[in-house]
């Protein structure tokens, strides 16, 4: 791909046209001064202590590169910044025989890994190998970053590609290796955004090799963010907060690290899993469910499984298994899935961040009124789906909340949401309130009983009645499951199929976990993973934070109207922007789509981010999808737009214009058609089980 | 290690006046062996001893002058067959056809046959914050007496600081190295330990909670522990550190691994001769401790810790320090003293535990009361106990015991017992930089390869294998072009050129199959390994060899810490 724009910049003349850039406009900059740490007064920025004195201020950015983690380390309250350094070899030449001109394109050869441009007539080449080489895991940075050697053993494979692309460069004279370590981050992502623990204490750093040409834009945000308190873009997957410290210990980013610097150059394949820095934190099951076959995939550091192997069945290797096509675990997950259709299945779904809130008077439930957009005013034991949003009207974070008694509130959010949902709390509750705000998340393991049967299996294991009259959805009741007592027992599955969610104290959990597969087995109970989980959640249209859901999109905006309470003349957080938004109309609407000639076989699949077009026109993208087993066809969601054919504005998007349009939606280049739904298809595909169908096999125990 | 004559010394020319002698002295050692080993159940080996002694007595002479040379082609052959290619194949398919024993093993034949006993151990390193000084090692034993009576252990400290390893050169069966092999670095490890940790297990032994390891043992497979006699063993063991805290008299005193290594070998033949006397109930154990204490066992083992490196040798296995000069070449530093007659010292120590007219007949034709080689050693009660001791534990033990003439015969000019000790020499070496390696090897490898050749072959090995030099292009004319054939061709050297990724292994194949140039000649080496049991040991000896590799920079870090 020939980029004709494409240009060359030099890092230390950009850094030093800012700097003069910002010294004429007053900027005072410090030359060879080091920062001892950050002045830090009640969760606030105050000042820097460098070693020549203390300098005043109200924010502080860090950008120190590969020093970031040493730096955030050095204040009392640690703001941890989760990198690390590896090395990085580049090929320095003297000029070719006719030089190359400044205008000649830089070359990437991600097959070999490496990268080509221009240096004084000759050439720069460096590259991303198999096999980096992490470095600085102890620190030490400053002191042995002057003395780095070069490893041309370690550059031969570089070397052979590059040669093996230009042969005739051979004769080029070398100038040098350079030895220049990079940071990585755990994700390939880079950290932005301000800190969860300090107020005023912004990071940016982590640029996993692309500082230069990263920098610009990564900049204009973070500047938008410290002056309006938020960026014009929804950035969530580079936010700092996305990382807890957790993701901080040294020996995980090693190991990470060296599994993220080759990955730049690898082809990226969807529903990837890291391999490395794994099982780090798991459920009390995971043993019991990893002996049954499990796979699994990690979300800020917990183990959560894909779907369970039957003993019988050989998956792919794991260099195999990488496809844009039909995965090797459809069939697994298809029986899965009609399981949960059918009877009963149980997903160990302990990951869900957990959060009490409880106060000694009413406050509890007055603060949450106001951060959360759904009335949470319900009786105890009601169980509310609700938002919490910005000030613009966009998600922060979008959970359920089980009023547990008049002045307790069990709060669950999505896994990655530890860190974020609670500096967002912190940040937003008063500060001489007498509210408790617990992290419970550790405290719990969460069974999801999903399925027609569920009822009868909790019915089974314990004497309270889990009839609908007694039982509706949306409810949430301490009882006991076997032996164990004060479950936490909730009418909700996270899918729109009937079920129940079980939250354990973690020392029941694998009690409660044997007494339901025990008394399940006649119920035709197995386990199922998150892909079967989240087939079933696209096919009912359930939108999920950081995958359809982002600080941009609110809830008008994906037909959740009835989740807000406009109407009740309270006031909460993006009231404002919600009412205006009422008025005028939204802009993009959340929309499924159902493919209609897409050969699930044999076309390329949809993962997210393919382009959505009506009446041929582009209208949006597409933030998650899946095969829907009982429609037995793919299902996309995503946001559709209106822009003006002239000037390409975003007008109001109505239901009409939705219902109005003939939809494509484009997979690798080849477009198929979709029908577009704004409310979920009622089950009308729901299988019914014939009676021939039984076979003498479902009488058997599983 | 065997008490009868090696073939290699009888071989040497030069000896052979001493012959006569030998002849005279055999008989006595060489009858009584029979039955022990017999009872040993090693029934082949029975054919093997057997056939060597007659070969000695009988046939050696006509060897003699071929000796060394004995596998290499001879030159005049050689010219005389090869020009007549098609002749040539002939007549070694005849030499096929009519000597049997003349038939090659292939390449991977021989490899497989010197790797099957090969471990290497690498310590592990916790990425990159290595803070042991040790590597690892590479541990390999080649049998010649089947079994072999060669052992070999390697455990890491749990409790204490630092790594044990040695090697265990039996003779008279395999009993006294195999108990010496599971025990001994136990002995070590309570030797080393605090006060407070010896009352800790002490005390969870007493209440039967979960006992504290000790060892963090490294065993190649056919490694194995007795597990009928733990029992027995640990009873032992245990009253051995009920004594160490009782004499302790609460002063912290800093525990001296020097003085811990002798007390430990002290101890456990101690042990194992009061166990012979005291018997078990249990007939099997009670043979099993009887076989222990009638065979015997030398010991050479080493203690790393940080920049200490304490070696403790009982016997004739040898510790052989690699050190690199700052020119690149290699140079070997011994660690220990052999004990026995060639040891001049030893020699005079005996002279004078001993009334000067035993002077004569206690160093006799190089050994021991003119029987046994080694001058300490575990086990070998013959040597130990006063002739009433051991007529009583005879006349009480069992019937195969009594039948035994081996034991019940008694050593020549036995006066004043004991004649033998365990106690070892420790030798105390600080560790620098350029102090590359050990090797600890039993005597069958010393004998057949000089020192320096052992830590040369080793050195180039192992630098070979890891640290070639950087290429740094600094400030010449180098082109890619140049650059890349030149890196290729490393990286081919790396693959390829080391069939052995194991130093101990490496070095028996040179030790077996090294020719009169100091190169490993394919031939000689199919042909040394393809020797029938019974002969294997008239040709060479066990080997058994551990190379234990320093980290340079640890060493290097502790010593500027200083």
């Keep these: ?702 | 290690m065997c008490v009868c004559p090696g073939p290699r010394r009888i071989g040497i020319p030069v000896r052979s006046s001493s012959l006569p002698l030998f002849s005279d002295a055999m008989p006595a050692p060489t009858q009584l062996f029979f039955p022990l080993i017999r009872n040993c159940e090693l029934s082949r080996i029975y054919g093997t001893a057997c056939y060597c002694h007659h070969k000695h007595l009988c046939c050696s002479p006509p060897y003699i002058p071929q000796s060394h040379l004995r596998y290499t082609p001879h030159p005049a052959y050689a010219t005389f067959y090869r020009p007549k290619d098609s002749w040539w194949q002939y007549t070694q398919g005849r030499r096929y056809a009519s000597t049997p024993q003349k038939f090659y093993l292939t390449p991977p034949q021989v490899n497989s046959i010197l790797k099957a006993n090969e471990y290497s151990f690498k310590v592990p390193e916790f990425d990159g914050k290595n803070v042991s000084s040790v590597l690892g090692f590479d541990s390999n034993q080649l049998p010649a007496n089947a079994p072999i009576e060669d052992r070999r252990s390697a455990a890491t400290c749990l409790q204490t600081r630092g790594m044990l390893l040695g090697v265990f050169d039996g003779h008279a069966g395999c009993a006294c190295s195999q108990a010496v092999s599971e025990r001994l670095f136990y002995y070590i490890a309570v030797s080393l330990l605090p006060h407070e940790t010896l009352l800790e297990i002490e005390n969870a032994v007493e209440s039967g909670r979960a006992l504290l390891p000790i060892l963090q043992w490294h065993k190649h497979p056919n490694d194995y522990f007795s597990k009928e006699a733990s029992k027995l063993y640990f009873n032992s063991l245990r009253t051995y550190w009920q004594e160490l805290i009782d004499l302790n008299t609460g002063e912290s005193t800093d525990i001296d691994v020097k003085e811990a290594l002798i007390n430990a070998f002290k101890r456990l033949d101690n042990d194992i001769s009061l166990e012979a006397q005291v018997g078990d109930p249990n007939s099997f154990l009670n043979y099993l401790v009887l076989r222990v204490a009638f065979s015997g066992a030398t010991a050479c083992v080493a203690h790393v810790d940080g920049v200490d490196l304490h070696v403790a040798n009982t016997g004739d296995s040898r510790a052989m320090l690699g050190v690199q000069e700052e020119d690149g070449s290699w140079s070997a530093v011994t660690l220990s003293n052999d004990h026995n007659a060639q040891n001049e010292r030893e020699v005079e120590r005996l002279k004078l535990e001993h009334p000067k007219n035993e002077a004569k007949s206690v160093v006799k034709q190089d050994r021991l009361l003119g029987l046994l080689m080694p001058f300490r050693a575990f086990g070998d009660v013959k040597f130990k106990w006063s002739i009433d001791l051991q007529k009583r534990v005879i006349e009480s033990g069992p019937d195969q015991l009594n039948d035994n003439e081996y034991t019940k015969f008694i050593p020549p000019n036995y006066y004043t017992p004991p004649y033998l000790t365990a106690e070892p020499e420790v030798t105390y070496h600080r560790l620098r930089p350029q102090d590359k390696f050990l090797v600890l090897a039993t005597d069958g490898l010393w004998e057949t390869m000089h020192r320096q050749d052992v830590v040369r072959i080793v050195g180039e090995h192992l630098t070979g294998m890891h640290h070639q030099q950087p290429i740094a292009v600094g400030g010449y004319k180098v082109t890619l072009g140049q650059m890349h054939g030149l890196l290729t061709e490393r990286r081919a050297k790396m693959s390829s050129v080391f069939e052995d990724q194991n130093a101990a292994t490496h070095l028996i194949r040179h030790a077996v199959g090294n020719n009169e140039f100091g190169a490993v000649d394919h031939e000689r080496l199919s042909k040394m390994l393809s020797l029938p049991e019974e002969l294997a040991r008239m040709y060479r000896d066990d080997i058994t060899i551990i190379v234990v590799q320093f980290n340079s920079h640890v060493v290097g870090a502790c010593q500027n810490q200083e």
């Excluded at chain 1, 950008?63 to 955030?72: D, N």
């Excluded at chain 1, 050869?109 to 460096?126: F, K, P, T, V």
């Excluded at chain 1, 529903?271 to 780090?280: A, E, K, S, V």
């Excluded at chain 1, 949430?476 to 599955?493: D, L, W």
């Design chain 1, 1 to 702: 791909m020939h980029v004709p724009e494409d240009a060359v910049v030099s890092s230390a003349d950009v850094a030093l046209a800012l700097a003069s850039a910002a010294s004429q406009n007053g900027v005072q900059i410090y030359d060879r001064t080091s920062i001892l740490h950050v002045m830090v007064r009640k969760g606030q920025v105050t000042g820097v202590e460098t070693d020549k004195g203390q300098i005043q201020c109200q924010y502080f950015v860090n950008c120190a590169g590969q020093w970031a983690y040493e730096l955030g380390l050095s204040n009392e309250e640690p703001v941890s910044i989760p990198l690390h350094a590896c090395e990085h070899f580049y090929l320095l030449t003297r000029p070719l025989e006719t030089p190359l001109q400044s205008n000649a394109p830089t070359i990437v050869d991600a097959d070999g890994r490496i990268y080509i441009r221009n240096w004084q007539g000759g050439i720069l080449s460096g590259g991303f190998e198999k096999n980096p080489k992490p470095i600085f895991t102890e620190g030490k940075n400053q002191l042995e970053i002057q003395n780095l050697q070069e490893d041309w053993d370690h550059f031969e494979p570089l070397l052979s590609s590059l040669l093996r692309r230009m042969p005739e460069l051979e004769a080029l004279e070398i100038v040098k290796l350079v030895n220049c370590p990079e940071t990585f981050t755990p994700d390939m992502r880079c950290i932005m955004g301000e800190s969860p623990s300090v107020q005023g204490y912004f990071v940016l750093a982590g640029m996993n090799s692309a500082g230069l040409s990263f920098g610009g834009g990564a900049g204009k945000y973070l500047a938008e963010w410290m002056v309006h308190g938020y960026p014009s873009e929804n950035i969530w997957e580079l936010d700092l907060k996305r990382f807890g410290a957790l993701q901080s210990s040294r020996t995980f980013l090693r190991h990470r690290v060296m599994e993220v610097m080759p990955l730049l150059y690898d082809l990226k394949v969807p529903r990837w899993d890291f391999q490395t820095g794994r099982q780090l934190r798991t459920s009390p099951l995971y043993d019991r469910l990893d002996a049954q076959g499990a796979r699994w995939m990690e979300k800020h550091g917990f183990e959560r499984p894909k779907y369970f192997v039957p003993p019988d069945k050989d998956l792919l290797a794991l260099e195999q298994s990488k496809t844009f096509y039909k995965p090797d675990w459809f069939e697994i997950v298809e029986s899965e899935v009609k399981c949960c259709k059918e009877a009963v299945c149980v997903i160990d779904m302990s990951s869900f961040t957990k959060f009490e809130i409880t106060s000694t008077g009413d406050q509890a439930l007055e603060v949450l009124q106001y951060l959360f957009s759904n009335d949470l005013d319900v009786p105890v034991g009601h169980i509310v789906h609700t938002g919490m949003l910005n000030q613009g009207g966009g998600y922060e974070n979008d959970c359920s909340i089980a009023r547990l008694s008049k002045r307790s509130f069990f709060m669950i959010s999505p896994t990655d949401q530890q860190v974020h949902c609670w500096a967002w709390l912190k940040k937003y509750m008063p500060e001489d309130s007498n509210l408790i705000l617990e992290d419970v998340t550790w405290k719990y393991t969460a069974l999801n009983l999903i399925g027609p049967r569920a009822v009868d299996v909790l019915s089974e294991l314990s004497y309270a009645p889990m009839t609908p009259d007694h039982f509706p959805s949306l409810f949430c009741k301490e009882m006991s499951v076997g032996y164990a007592n004060g479950i936490r027992v909730m009418s909700m599955t996270h899918t729109g199929e009937p079920g129940f969610m079980l939250y354990i104290p973690i020392e029941y959990a694998l009690h409660v976990y044997n007494e339901v597969m025990g008394v399940g087995q006649k119920y035709g109970i197995r386990n199922a993973g998150y892909y079967a989980l989240r087939s079933l959640r696209i096919e009912k249209f359930f939108a999920f934070w950081g995958q359809d859901l982002n600080t941009l999109t609110t809830p008008l905006e994906c037909g959740r109207e009835s989740r807000v309470k406009l109407d009740k003349g309270m006031d909460f957080i993006g009231r404002d922007a919600l009412l205006q938004q009422k008025q005028n109309g939204v802009y993009k609407r959340l929309t499924m789509f159902i493919l209609d000639d897409h050969d699930t076989d044999l076309d390329l699949w949809p993962w997210w981010g393919e382009p959505i077009y009506r009446n041929g026109q582009y209208v949006g993208k597409t933030t998650s999808s899946a095969y829907g087993y009982t429609l037995e066809r793919h299902v996309c969601l995503g946001f559709v737009h209106n822009f003006s054919e002239d000037t390409g504005e975003e007008q109001v998007v109505t239901a009409d214009f939705i219902n109005r349009g003939e939809y494509e939606i484009d997979i690798a280049g080849h477009r198929f058609q979709a029908k577009a739904k704004l409310y979920p298809v009622p089950s009308l595909f729901t299988h019914k089980r014939r009676k021939d169908d039984v076979e003498l096999s479902d009488l058997q125990g599983k």
